[in-house]
T-cell receptor
């Protein structure tokens, strides 16, 4: 079965330190990969996506993500965390093999940046 | 103004009542989705529609129905609400011309008592 795993329910990091939020997937073919952020009482906001090309993708708010095909991972990173980055982060995968463009979401990782 | 608008944003309803959540979009996208978010479960797809005449069930469609009234409007109905349908519901849109990025509304909190 196709799936997306976010192994950490919560990640704590000190302000100014680098952060990583992990995502691995089990999907056949060459899926599209996404990261979304959800602030309290808000919808999910698109951060970045990988379709093809350079394995390091840059997105909004200084976030970037590294695609690793051999490890089927798409980890979200930021060099220096801000308190305002505290939110719920979702990894999503869109399989392309069937052409239906459905999305599979991970269960989310809560990021807490400590001042 | 939001590109994907959901109404109502919050609703408390009683068990057995019919409730409709509405979604409208100004993005011009042809694909629309309804998702449900529960803590620890992420987002699960209820229904999706690729155009006005196309309606498809998602992974958790039981107890729900949808209507695609126009390209820009996609409503979700709970015919007889039950407490375990208490959740945060999201409408979303996408379009193959934008690399299949999916865009979400602000969400509708539904509580069934």
């Amino acid at each position: 079965a196709q799936s997306v795993a976010q192994p950490e329910d919560q990640v704590n990091v000190a302000e100014g330190n680098p952060l990583t939020v992990k995502c691995t997937y089990s999907v056949s073919g060459n899926p599209y990969l996404f990261w979304y952020v959800q602030y309290p009482n808000r919808g999910l906001q698109f951060l970045l996506k990988y379709i093809t090309g350079d394995n390091l993708v840059k997105g909004s708010y200084g976030f970037e993500a590294e695609f690793n095909k051999s490890q089927t991972s798409f980890h979200l990173k930021k060099p220096s965390a801000l308190v305002s980055d505290s939110a719920l982060y979702f990894c999503a995968v869109s399989p392309t093999t069937s052409g239906t463009y459905k999305y599979i979401f991970g269960t989310g990782t809560r990021l807490k940046v400590l001042a | 103004d939001a590109d994907v608008t959901q109404t109502p944003r919050n609703r408390i309803t009683k068990t057995g009542k019919r409730i409709m959540l509405e979604c409208s979009q100004t993005k011009g996208h042809d694909r629309m989705y309804w998702y449900r978010q529960d803590p620890g479960l992420g987002l699960r797809l209820i229904y999706y529609s690729f155009d006005v005449k196309d309606i498809n069930k998602g992974e958790i469609s039981d107890g729900y129905s949808v209507s695609r009234q126009a390209q820009a409007k996609f409503s979700l109905s709970l015919e007889s609400a039950i407490p375990n349908q208490t959740a945060l519901y999201f409408c979303a849109t996408s379009d193959k011309t934008t690399g299949n990025t999916i865009y979400f509304g602000e969400g509708s909190w539904l509580t069934v008592v």
